[in-house]
Structures are given as structure tokens and as C-alpha cells.
């Protein structure tokens, strides 16, 4: 089991730790994971190796910045061609289907870590007090190195897109 990074973000204003490492520019994008496609089907890390992409990782679509983080990253795919951009939630693949069916995401892919729970120790990003995944932002080349980190100080407030945005557009 990765370790624990203790007080590593806020929930509405209190500490929470972290299971897995502190990721950072320049560190090879973690590849021991698996999640699950909206349609039930495994999808290995591999599956995102060698495009350039950006990884978001989310507590639940439900929920109102989550809703918005991911409205807005689909927008904004548009203008980064080329770049893919993953969302990733402990969300059912069901409920992720649905609310991208109901807010017309199209551009945007959401994965599942719902069953092995593997995906988040690898990134750095569960919260195991909540049983879910911190707010981060990960932009990675197509060589599989990071070139952007951002985990979300305050899991409740929205990422800095113009940093994330600005380090796609330069892949």
C-alpha cells in the first residue's frame, strides 16, 4: 500500500491526508492502475499511455464544482486539440453516463475507480476518510511525463484552469 501524505489538502476547511505519492513536473505519469469505462469495460493504463492528455481527477460529478470543473474542461477541449482529457471519480460508471448524457458531455472522457480503488493511491489523490479522490489536475506529454500538477489546496474551490490550459496548449 502507497503511504499515507498526511494533511496533504482541506476538505471545506479541514485537513485531510492522502494515500500515494506527492506527483510533480516531470515525474513519469504512474502506469500500475486500472479504472472502468462508462460501459463496464476495464480500461488499463495503458489505454492513456503515449497521448498527450490531461487528467482530472474528482470527488463526484454530482456535486456543484465538480459539475462545473468538468463543464468547463469540456469546453475548453475545443481549443487543445490533440490533447485528450480524462476525468476520473469514485462515481459509478452508471452515474457517470447519466450526468454526462444530462449535462451533454461529449468531449471529455470519464473513467470509474470504483472497483479496484487503484487509481487514486498511484496518483496521489484518494482520500481515504472520504472514500474519494482529492480535486487535482494533471497535464502529461506524450511521452508520459508530467509537465503540470496542481492538487487542489481546498478540495471544495475549482482548479486554476489558466495554468492547466496554458501547459496543454504548450504540449
Not at 69 to 82: D, L, Y
Not at 133 to 154: K, L, M, N, Q, S
Request: aromatic share 8%; hydrophobic share 40%; net charge negative.
Amino acid at each position: 500500500m502507497p503511504e499515507t501524505r498526511k494533511a496533504a489538502i482541506n476538505w471545506k476547511g479541514n485537513p485531510v491526508d492522502l494515500i500515494g505519492p506527492e506527483l510533480g513536473p516531470g515525474n513519469p505519469a504512474p502506469t500500475d492502475f486500472s479504472v472502468v469505462g462508462n460501459d463496464m469495460s476495464a480500461v488499463a493504463a495503458s489505454a492513456m499511455a503515449g497521448q498527450k492528455r490531461i487528467v482530472l481527477t474528482v470527488p463526484s460529478l454530482d456535486t456543484p464544482v465538480c459539475d462545473t470543473e468538468t463543464r468547463r474542461f469540456n469546453q475548453e477541449a475545443t481549443s487543445i486539440p490533440g490533447v485528450k482529457i480524462y476525468v476520473v471519480s469514485a462515481d459509478l460508471p452508471f452515474a457517470q453516463k447519466r450526468w454526462c448524457g444530462a449535462a451533454g458531455i461529449s468531449n471529455v472522457i470519464t473513467l470509474s475507480d470504483y472497483k479496484d480503488r487503484s487509481f487514486g493511491p498511484a496518483w496521489g489523490t484518494f482520500a481515504p476518510a472520504k472514500g474519494l479522490h482529492a480535486r487535482a489536475v494533471f497535464v502529461i506529454g506524450a511521452d508520459d511525463v508530467i509537465r503540470h500538477v496542481e492538487y487542489v489546496a481546498e478540495a471544495t474551490t475549482e482548479p486554476n484552469y489558466g495554468a492547466a490550459l496554458e501547459a496543454a496548449k504548450a504540449l
